[in-house]
């Protein structure tokens, strides 16, 4: 079964509006979870590392002021995407690195569709 | 820095039979994970094979079994007895630990197409 949740999978909203999506992880906890934004027929492009009980790490060209996350808990991660624009519409997934007897795996989750009008 | 390139944008291959999706990384690193992902239409990525860069034995899961050449940087992918169900966006991806996590830099992907 799933052990990384999304919501919401799909939301539409009006350009200038902001956007909070949730990350969770269903049995485990994860002290850092990542952002990724995917365009179409594209690879994944990670935006940012959530860590909790600290600031976000954001990758190089990421807008922090825009794309505000926070990680409430050890199970919970949030993107907010702030005065949304239609070149914000795109598919952004949440992963979080599942313990293991050697190393983490991540674990990704379904994704979030965010359409700006 | 870290990169992964997959030289195949598509690839398409008979029911039942095999095919092998190729993948190089360039790293500096000694200890570092290689991982292939699977994404179907549906969006969600699905773990396929994880290969550890110290363990000299190729990776296997049932029908999908990977080549580790580590002097060569390669990684390739092999799907053996191809399914229906196989047909998807298939990423190569790397990590290796940095600071507690380990980020994950992703190829372009290879679109697999499995014709009945």
């Known amino acids: 079964g799933a052990v990384v949740s999304q919501h919401p999978s799909r939301v539409i909203c009006k350009s200038g509006t902001s956007v909070k999506i949730e990350c969770r992880s269903l049995d485990f906890q994860a002290t850092t979870m990542f952002w990724y934004r995917q365009f179409p027929k594209q690879s994944l492009m990670l935006m940012a590392t959530s860590n909790e009980g600290s600031k976000a790490t954001y990758e190089q060209g990421v807008e922090k002021d825009k794309f505000l996350i926070n990680h409430a808990s050890l199970t919970l991660s949030t993107l907010t995407v702030t005065s949304a624009h239609p070149e914000d519409s795109s598919f952004y997934i949440c992963s979080a690195p599942r313990p293991g007897p050697i190393t983490d795996t991540q674990y990704f989750g379904p994704g979030t569709r965010l359409t700006v009008l | 820095a870290q990169t992964v390139t997959q030289s195949q944008p598509e690839m398409s291959v008979q029911e039942a039979e095999t095919v092998t999706l190729s993948c190089t990384y360039d790293?500096?690193?000694?200890?570092?994970?290689l991982f292939w992902y699977k994404q179907p239409p549906s969006r969600q990525m699905i773990l396929v094979i994880r290969?550890?860069?110290?363990?000299?034995q190729n990776a296997t899961e049932n029908r999908f079994s990977v080549n580790f050449q580590k002097a060569a940087k390669s990684f390739s992918l092999k799907i053996s007895d191809s399914q229906l169900g196989d047909a998807a966006m298939y990423f190569c991806?790397?990590?290796?630990?940095?600071?507690?996590?380990?980020?994950?830099?992703f190829g372009k992907g290879t679109k697999l197409t499995v014709n009945p």
């Open positions: 991806a790397y990590s290796f630990p940095q600071g507690g996590s380990e980020k994950l830099v």
């Open positions: 790293t500096s690193e000694s200890d570092y994970y």
């Open positions: 290969q550890e860069a110290y363990k000299q």
